[in-house]
């Protein structure tokens, strides 16, 4: 399989191809670093859906152009698209979620900060984090064949990303499912898992969970609880969890 590579500029080469493309320098880097030579082939993707079947066309010390050949369009997304709105883990452990939340088809992150976080951002370190973590989740585009990078949203907190959630009066339910993943509901995810929606929101809470009056504020915004079981899971791998098991179930 020819190597595959995120470029940040529209790709608009008709069906059949025959556009020259100059890579932007972090793809440039990439086909660089793998040795390849004019007539290597590669695959490009834009975030659009699309792939495009193209190969190294000229090398030079810091460029390189690229033939583009094919354009394709694949579907590798999720039948419903899934929102990860995640009180960031500490120690590192964001970026592991984000790839592998990419890998497994999330459409969003949002990532929060509540009463309990240990990791806290703010300002430039947080616009700072945040495009380094787009950059992990193209990174796991590019790994996994997806053509469409999720979105990482700007560090917010809890409270005020709640408040701004438009509210979700009963007859929306069917266009957006609101779960709150919490070790002490009385009630399973696969409880809530029979309701069809066009999207499902997932909140997940850091290492010491939620408080009470957070979840209470989740729950009067339309979130219903629920549990996964009677482990206790990290607070990087309860999302990773029930995103696994919406993927799994739209195969």
């Known amino acids: 399989m020819p190597p595959r590579f995120f470029v940040d500029i529209p790709l608009s080469a008709p069906d059949?191809?025959?556009d020259d493309l100059l890579l932007p320098p972090s793809a440039a880097r990439h086909v660089q670093v793998l040795r390849l030579q004019p007539g290597s082939p590669v695959t490009l993707f834009d975030g659009s859906g699309h792939e495009w079947q193209a190969e190294v066309a000229a090398m030079g010390r810091s460029e390189v152009r690229v033939h583009l050949q094919a354009r394709q369009a694949v579907q590798r997304e999720l039948t419903h698209a899934v929102t990860l709105a995640v009180v960031m883990p500490a120690n590192d452990r964001m970026d592991g979620l984000v790839e592998k939340a990419t890998e497994l088809g999330v459409a969003c992150i949002q990532p929060l900060m509540s009463e309990r976080s240990v990791l806290r951002l703010n300002g430039e370190r947080a616009d700072k984090?945040?495009?380094h973590w787009?950059?992990?989740?193209?990174a796991a585009c590019e790994q996994s064949?997806?053509?469409k990078v999720?979105?990482?949203a700007p560090v917010k907190t809890l409270a005020a990303w709640l408040a701004e959630l438009p509210a979700q009066?009963?007859?929306l339910a069917s266009q957006q499912r609101r779960w709150l993943l919490s070790p002490t509901a009385a009630q399973p995810l696969k409880a809530l898992s029979a309701a069809v929606a066009q999207e499902t929101l997932?909140?997940?809470?850091p290492e010491g969970g939620l408080s009470p009056a957070e979840e209470q504020a989740a729950c009067e915004r339309g979130f219903l609880a629920a549990q996964l079981g009677p482990r206790i899971l990290r607070a990087d791998t309860a999302p990773l969890a029930v995103l696994g098991w919406l993927a799994l179930q739209s195969l």
């Open 16 to 18: 059949l191809g025959g």
């Open 129 to 131: 984090k945040a495009a």
């Open 134 to 138: 787009t950059g992990v989740a193209i």
């Open 145 to 147: 064949g997806r053509t």
């Open 150 to 152: 999720p979105t990482i």
């Open 169 to 171: 009066p009963a007859e």
């Open 202 to 205: 997932v909140l997940s809470g």
